[in-house]
């Protein structure tokens, strides 16, 4: 299952997109215009400038972990933050672009060769080598069969036949059931004996290969999050993994081509993304964030949840000073009742119990990391977005547990962002709303192809404008 996904967008068109950043404790909406740039510097990857129209935000009701839990709730957030974006644009949207932060987002890797008929690789060649790949990681996603599902498959223009051609080969990991497809990414070709090859196109070789990250959630965790934004009215026009979208917004060109992996603290979840040789290689995530520290707070000082969040932010540390012992911190009573003694602690306290959490976040994505093998692979570089990157020394804490260099990140590249949205934050909303020019990157299905009898010349111009622009 693959899905909604974004239709690329041409190098020299224009237009105009909203992204729909639904997290556990904010929903943010962002209606940008994307300009086609020619005979101007930009970015490296980039061809069109970001300018925001409008941003709205409003605090998440009904979402739980990144996934709806109570429908009318979050239908009735995002309809707020969708309007006070229209009303700051002066437009009205019809579709937006989603970010995926739940539905235990996850990596597979596929592979997959074919042999190169002429003296040198074409096109062609390099579209039969993504469809074998791409088609049998869509196709391996929705079997229920182990056996059937590692054998494999591969397309032709007869249509599905089991892998038994001579001239192609597969290899692949075993998505589970009722996962889709969020992102295709070829990383690299190998054209014979020469690894790590970003175009082959003109090259000389036998034998041309492709690997594949495809990136997966859990299907029905995204059909009620589309069955949510349908209710406001809204298509959605393309599903992009937090994690990517934060690394697209935040890192810089120099990251994105050495190696650096985005964390992005949200609320209920925290998630990642490895990018190497500006391209995202691996992603994961788990369903533990900062508002497991509201919670924690609020269980260790006895407090409401809403005091306890006050707390966090005003006094919320992972790093322990010199007078932090004797600073004390009134904390309201649970029960809201004004009580003879009153109720107070330390700062050292708080930051112990905020500490504890953030540590085990920390132990389990470096676990995760370590088993990817990609802590090596991205040169130990650490990019922090969310909310919870603004928690006080939890750059240095990284630091610590990663061994790795760390910074705390804003997007870039994108103007139009008042100083309220300019933070580690709303790195993701700003990071979708620059996906479209990306979205060509990516490898999905294949194309379908016309018989040589099917549709006139017309018919078929027609159609290569139609995917073309």
Known sequence: ????????????????????DIGTSKI??????????RGREMPRNRTHSVEVLGFGHTRAFGIKAGTVVDIEAAEDSIRRAVDQAERSAKVEIASAILSVTGGRLGSESFAASVRVPGSSVEGGDIARVLDAASLHSVRAAALT?????????VSSQRGYYKNRAPDTRLETGSPARDRAVLHSIPIAYHLDDVSNIQDPRGMLGRTLAVDLHVATADYPALQNLILCVERCHLSV????????????????????????????????????A???NDTCVHMDGIAVGSFNVTQDLARGLSTKLAEAERIKTLYGDVIEGGSDHTDLIMVPSIDGIAHDQGNSTTR???????????????????????QAGVLNLTGRRIVLTG???????????????????????????????????????????AGLAAYPQFAGREHFEPRRRLAPHEGNYLRRVGRWFKESF
Not at 1 to 20: C, D
Not at 28 to 37: F, W
Not at 348 to 370: C, G, K, P, T, Y
């Open 145 to 153: 069969n182990p056996d059937e599902r590692s054998e494999g498959w």
């Open 28 to 37: 943010a909406c962002v209606i940008a215009k994307l300009k086609a740039e």
């Open 1 to 20: 299952m693959i899905a909604p996904r974004m239709k690329p967008l041409g190098n020299k068109r224009s237009t105009i997109v909203a992204a729909l």
């Open 348 to 370: 050292a306290q708080v930051i112990r119990i905020v500490r504890a959490r953030i540590d085990e976040i920390f132990e389990m994505l470096h676990e995760r990391l370590s």
């Open 274 to 276: 490895a990018f190497v």
């Open 237 to 272: 026009e393309g599903m992009i993994a937090a994690p990517y979208a934060a690394g697209i917004a935040a890192l810089s060109d120099d990251e994105a081509e050495l190696g650096a992996t985005v964390i992005d603290l949200g609320a209920g979840t925290t998630t990642l």
């Open 387 to 429: 909310g919870g990157a603004l928690l006080g020394g939890v750059g240095e804490l990284a630091s610590r547990m990663f061994g790795a260099s760390v910074r705390v990140a804003e997007p870039r590249a994108i103007a139009g962002l008042n100083r309220a949205a300019h933070g580690p934050a709303f790195a993701v909303a």
